[in-house]
């Protein structure tokens, strides 16, 4: 694979609508240890807003009376307000300074968890709540920043470096967010995550750099240029098509996972997010892949790690020959290796959108998230009414078949 220059280096030889009117800057430093720290930190702080309610639902609902129907919009609305986030403010990305575009979110987060922790009664934490997700977003403004300011040699290493941030930020909030809850109180846990989002937001001001806007488009035109940018890029369309398939079955798996250790291993949400730190390991694939994609070409790892990922959901259906104690290793190997080879594709996925069109980054990541989102939502759904339906079986069949459809939608000719 040939490489491709960064934004910066790239401005005269853009003339597409995307770039008209391009304001031109001085090209930012070279992103150095310490600034990768910092985007790192930020990707994971900020997308761990969006769990910290959920392992704290229970003594959340019953502090302000609410119905567990109720209380069950917290996180809902919450990823809601980052799916609108994702597809109407992310591609702002492209047309502001994601400097001031990553502070003006990060005040905005800091803002709407202070309303968490203070909110006297639901409604005013359901409007927060939609608040959070909104400006958590902000961690799809560093990813393309991160790309932006990395050599093109070193691309996908440097991004897969700040992902391995954001997904730590992920499987870690829900156990920091529980221990926080039970010490001190579920209010504590938005009022210290608020502390962090401020302290942080210093070090972004301090030590982020500004970026020069690639397009002088408004709003509508923006969010009708993505239409144009799907249509005319079949590699977009793969990578958000394979990426939303290998979705489908990581969230399957993780929504239901709770229900069948209940019901098969009478184990609490306590064993279920226990479980879930094995991930954590999956976030150290995220600068593996990302040296092997520099190195060897993404097309290559996003084959790699779908296979992988069907390999491990298909071990599991293995469970039936082996006793508790085998079945659970078995969980936690199979969640290891899967989550490994789901988040190898979505760093080889973001090397290869992020070299499509260096001018339109963050539109480009917004729909390669969307379509990610998208696999997630439908994998809880269809997740469980399989479980009700099929049992453990039908959902680790489920997990395997979307994976190996991820793994033929990269295999499939580029001319089909």
């Known amino acids: ?242 990426q939303g398939l290998l979705a489908v079955g990581f969230s399957a798996f993780w929504s239901t996972l709770a229900v069948m250790l209940h019901s098969q291993f009478q184990l609490g949400a306590a064993a279920a997010g226990a479980l879930g730190l094995a991930g954590a390991a999956g976030a150290l694939a995220a600068p593996l892949a990302g040296r092997m994609a520099d190195r060897r070409g993404p097309e290559l790892v996003t084959r790699a790690g779908a296979a992988l990922a069907a390999a491990a959901f298909a071990s599991m259906a293995a469970m039936p020959w082996l006793g508790a104690q085998g079945q659970l290793l078995l969980i936690v190997a199979a969640a290891v290796v899967f989550d490994f080879g789901v988040q190898a594709v979505l760093v080889a996925h973001q090397t290869i959108v992020y070299g499509i069109a260096p001018e339109a980054r963050s539109r480009l990541n917004a729909l390669l998230f969307t379509g990610m989102f998208v696999g997630m939502a439908s994998g809880a759904a269809i997740g469980s009414w399989v479980l009700d339906h099929a049992g453990w079986l039908g959902v680790v069949v489920l997990a395997t078949v979307t994976a190996l459809a991820a793994l033929g939608v990269r295999c499939w000719p580029r001319g089909r």
Request: proline share 6%; hydrophobic share 55%; no cysteine.
């Open 1 to 242: 694979m040939s490489s491709i220059p960064s934004a910066y280096e790239t401005h005269s030889t853009h003339t597409s609508q995307a770039t008209q009117g391009v304001t031109h800057a001085p090209a930012p430093p070279a992103i150095g240890a310490r600034l990768l720290l910092l985007l790192a930190t930020a990707a994971g702080v900020s997308v761990a807003s969006l769990y910290y309610s959920q392992p704290m639902l229970g003594v959340l609902g019953a502090d302000l009376q609410a119905p567990a129907s109720t209380a069950g919009w917290v996180p809902t609305l919450t990823q809601l307000g980052y799916a609108l986030g994702i597809l109407l403010l992310a591609p702002l990305g492209d047309r502001y300074d994601r400097r001031r575009i990553i502070l003006a979110k990060a005040a905005a987060l800091v803002g709407a968890l202070l309303v968490s922790g203070l909110a006297p009664g639901m409604a005013s934490l359901l409007a927060a709540s939609l608040g959070v997700g909104l400006a958590a977003t902000m961690a799809q403004d560093v990813v393309p920043a991160a790309a932006t300011l990395a050599p093109a040699a070193q691309r996908g290493r440097m991004v897969g470096t700040v992902m391995t941030g954001l997904l730590l930020g992920i499987l870690l909030s829900r156990v920091v967010s529980g221990l926080v809850a039970q010490l001190w109180g579920w209010r504590s846990m938005y009022l210290l995550a608020a502390a962090a989002m401020a302290l942080l937001a210093v070090a972004v001001w301090r030590g982020l750099p500004h970026f020069a806007p690639t397009t002088q488009l408004g709003w509508p035109a923006l969010m009708r240029s993505m239409w144009g940018l799907w249509r005319q890029h079949a590699a977009l369309r793969r990578a958000a098509l394979a």
